[in-house]
């Protein structure tokens, strides 16, 4: 552990009320815990300002409006979006991808196209589009997978053909940790005419994202991720797109006029939010990113390289231990320890005070790749610290004397 005197330090343990001393919380990939000040901007929400959104006379739901579109601004503003109108509020990213599925590929496709995906992806960005592609006759295609358990961009432009209409892929992998190369994935979806949908999750917590920079036509993320409130997430895509996309789900907000005659629907956003929205969910997102920005995203990605590195370094001196993913990983660790179930790793983790994730992280087919049921995964966030990867890996050695 010398490389411990080198990394950046971030101790930011204090700001998170439910992080009590001792406990190593290593599961950030599936929701992250929440700042005080992000439990504050939601307790203000529902204890002060409480009123509904867009239709309210009065100065209070006047005053939340305002908050709520405030806070597409500031999601705006945080992915580099051209314009707010260009965030649609969502559930969540398993949400986004459905809206994108069901509005844009289900009217844009064709029988005949193909859509193109990884091997490494969540269950959130296959389903839905195995279930837009049965319906209309569109078949599916898979990206092979490094040797390190990178998406293979090489392999993606020699199997990408004109009848690609739309490429879904991971920005970061929730089980391996590797990083897209965004520009590059776009450059090759582009060479063919196909559009780009990136699955954020697990980047936006982790890196600085520029949807502009990285050049893709979709970004999903989830904020419960991001160290903000479930029930939360966001659709990003190109204005020029979300204007010939129909509406999704019908209902009170997503409309211009209606009548039995014939509905007309609200412009993009407000026509993919039917209903009443999670109004306090957005005032917490907004806070969230504040309070990311506030540590900034390059210093994030530092310190989670830095631990991911630490532990690397420390389990590949255990010879039972099998590291996944490649050395570069962005804060996710996905493991396996010879002759011992994954679920009996995070059971003895637990009782040392350490929680991991383990399990097919919604990953089956990764899984199959990767010749296992399951992993262990540990996945850092802002407040993890060195001693926390201190704790993981004497857990460890602790499993390993457990199961000789
Ligand atoms: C890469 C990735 N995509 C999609 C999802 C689905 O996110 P949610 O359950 O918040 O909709 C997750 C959550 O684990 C994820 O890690």
Not at 140 to 150: E, G, K, M, W
Not at 198 to 208: E, F, I, S, T
Not at 271 to 286: D, K, N, S, Y
Not at 335 to 357: K, M, N, Q, S, Y
Request: hydrophobic share 45%; with cysteine; proline share 5%.
């Amino acid at each position: 552990m010398n490389a411990l005197a080198d990394m950046p330090q971030l101790d930011l343990c204090a700001d998170f009320p439910a992080i009590p001393d001792g406990w190593a919380y290593l599961d950030t990939a599936a929701t992250s815990q929440k700042p005080q000040v992000v439990i504050d901007a939601i307790a203000r929400g529902y204890d002060r300002d409480y009123a509904t959104v867009h239709r309210g006379v009065y100065k209070r739901s006047a005053d939340m409006t305002l908050a709520y579109e405030a806070a597409r601004r500031r999601v705006a503003g945080f992915m580099g979006a051209a314009s707010p109108d260009e965030i649609v509020f969502v559930r969540g990213a398993t949400e986004a991808i459905n809206l994108v599925a069901y509005s844009w590929a289900a009217t844009q496709l064709r029988a005949g196209d193909r859509i193109l995906l990884s091997a490494l992806e969540h269950h959130s960005n296959i389903v839905p589009w195995q279930l837009v592609a049965q319906r209309i006759g569109v078949a599916i295609d898979v990206i092979p997978l490094t040797d390190d358990h990178r998406i293979d961009l090489d392999a993606m432009a020699a199997m990408i053909t004109p009848a690609h209409k739309l490429v879904a892929l991971a920005h970061v992998s929730n089980v391996v940790g590797s990083v897209l190369d965004g520009p590059r994935a776009a450059a090759i979806a582009h060479s063919v005419g196909a559009k780009l949908l990136l699955d954020g999750c697990q980047a936006v917590p982790r890196m600085r994202v520029d949807v502009q920079a990285l050049d893709c036509d979709f970004y999903v993320m989830s904020a419960h991720k991001l160290y903000g409130p479930t029930g939360i997430g966001v659709l990003w895509a190109r204005g020029e797109l979300l204007d010939v996309m129909p509406p999704w789900q019908g209902g009170g907000a997503m409309i211009d006029r209606v009548s039995f005659a014939r509905t007309s629907y609200a412009p993009p956003p407000g026509r993919f939010e039917a209903g009443t929205p999670h109004i306090v969910g957005a005032l917490g997102l907004h806070a969230a990113i504040d309070y990311v920005e506030s540590v900034g995203l390059d210093a994030i990605h530092a310190h989670e390289t830095a631990l991911v590195a630490l532990t690397r370094a420390a389990l590949s001196q255990i010879n039972s231990v099998t590291l996944f993913g490649p050395e570069d990983s962005a804060g996710i660790v996905s493991f396996a320890i010879e002759g011992v179930h994954p679920h009996d790793i995070g059971t003895i983790l637990d009782e040392e005070g350490v929680a991991i994730r383990a399990g097919h992280h919604c990953a089956q087919p990764l899984m199959e790749l990767l010749g296992v049921d399951a992993t262990a995964r540990a996945s850092f966030g802002i407040y993890n610290t060195p001693a926390d990867v201190d704790r993981l890996v004497k857990g460890i050695q602790r499993v390993t004397r457990i199961f000789g």
